[in-house]
């Protein structure tokens, strides 16, 4: 059975960058028909996608925060990362990874996700 | 980016109801439409997806329809394992984008 994890610090200073990774057990990172994307959620506050990645390294972001986001992916680890520029208080957030199936004219979902992890900007 | 809209944004009900919550696309997605339950503390959790097709192990008292920009989740008898927030989601156009959720209550 697929699992996600992921892993960081739980606190980051204002105006540094939030680093992020997200370890996939039970099954390959490389496997056809699958991306792998961060999804947030501000406390009490409801879902906002961050981007993606392909295991050959293609990425999509959002674009109300491309600016600051990089994702990566290292395939030798079965693992991939979300890095956060320029944070601040708005971006305090439980940060999810997902697995996300996709095939060509068929609709995409995000299933299995990670348990999620608390990061807060704060000094 | 495509906007959804969930109606209503809380909901009470009693067990063994019939309810239905809905979620509005801005334009048309076609069927491009998941939904999600998420429990407290809990990630999402996905019950049904491309609007109809309902995921391996969810269980069968939840049913989706819709196609366009109007979409519905079902739960024909609630369960008090149900009363949690449900989330619908489109995979139309990146960015992929959420409703704001629909908690359910225990009347």
């Known amino acids: 059975q697929l699992q996600l994890q992921e892993s960081g610090p739980g606190l980051v200073k204002p105006s540094e960058t939030l680093s992020l990774t997200c370890t996939v057990s039970g099954g390959s990172i490389s496997t056809n028909n699958y991306y792998w994307g961060w999804i947030r959620q501000p406390p009490g506050r409801g879902l906002e996608w961050i981007g993606r990645?392909?295991?050959?390294?293609?990425?999509s972001y959002n674009p109300s925060l491309k600016s600051r986001v990089t994702i990566s992916v290292d395939t030798s680890k079965s693992q991939f990362s979300l890095k956060l520029s320029s944070v601040t208080a708005a971006d305090t957030a439980v940060y999810y990874c997902?697995?996300?199936?996709?095939?060509?004219?068929?609709?995409?979902?995000?299933?299995?996700w990670g348990q999620g992890t608390l990061v807060t900007v704060s000094s | 980016d495509i906007q959804m809209t969930q109606s209503p944004s809380s909901l009470s009900a009693s067990v063994g109801d019939r309810v239905i919550i809905t979620c509005r696309a801005s334009q048309s997605i076609s069927n491009y439409l998941n939904w999600n339950q998420q429990k407290p503390g809990k990630a999402p959790k996905l019950l049904i997806y491309?609007?109809?097709n309902l995921q391996s192990g969810v269980p069968s008292r939840f049913s989706g329809s819709g196609s366009g920009t109007d979409f519905t989740l079902t739960i024909s008898s609630l369960q008090p394992e149900d009363f949690t927030t449900y989330y619908c989601?489109?995979?139309?156009?990146?960015?992929?984008?959420f409703g704001q959720g629909t908690k359910l209550e225990i009347k």
């Open positions: 990645i392909y295991s050959t390294g293609g990425t």
């Open positions: 491309a609007a109809s």
């Open positions: 989601q489109q995979s139309f156009s990146a960015p992929y984008t």
């Open positions: 997902a697995r996300q199936y996709y095939h060509d004219n068929y609709p995409s979902y995000f299933d299995p």
